[in-house]
């Protein structure tokens, strides 16, 4: 009698710590091609910078060897930059919901290069509009990581070159 009385209040506190799972997150401005268009040609300005993080002790980290992403502030981009700093929780189920076929009509409009050793990047042949770009810095301490990734929105004009310095 007593462990099953055990058993049922166990099962009752389970039940009441697990969470239902989460619905599909709705996306307020779906993917939509025709917001890239304008993304779609070689123009010429440029956009280049440097990617680093200072840690709590005053060392500089740079972005070297990672990847630089330029991606379209398309209203869909702009809602998925939003989001991204929400929990990994959040993250998941909203990547989870993402369609999957988003990504490769997306990636014509992104560009990526990789950082040089000093956290440098560049970008050439751009079109005017507006931008984020993106890089990830991170660095080990003992055996764990840690870092952040740095985004930053910036608006390009016609044939102007555009300096961006991606920091916290």
Sequence with gaps: MIRALFVATVCVVLAACSSAPRAPYAWKAPFNEADFSSYNYSGKATVSGQAFLKTRGGDVK????????????????????????RSSDDNNTILAS??????????????????????????????????????????????????????????VKADEQVRVVLTE
């Design 62 to 85: 740079y972005g070297a060897g990672n990847i630089v992403s330029l991606t379209p502030a398309t209203a869909f981009a702009r809602e998925a930059a939003s989001l991204a700093d």
């Design 98 to 155: 993402t369609p999957a076929a988003v990504i490769p009509k997306m990636k014509p409009y992104m560009r990526q290069t990789t950082a040089d050793g000093n956290g440098n990047f560049s970008f050439a042949g751009l079109t005017p509009g507006d931008y984020y770009v993106e890089c990830g810095v991170f660095w080990w301490t003992g055996k764990y990581t840690t870092g952040a990734t740095v985004r930053k929105l910036i608006s």
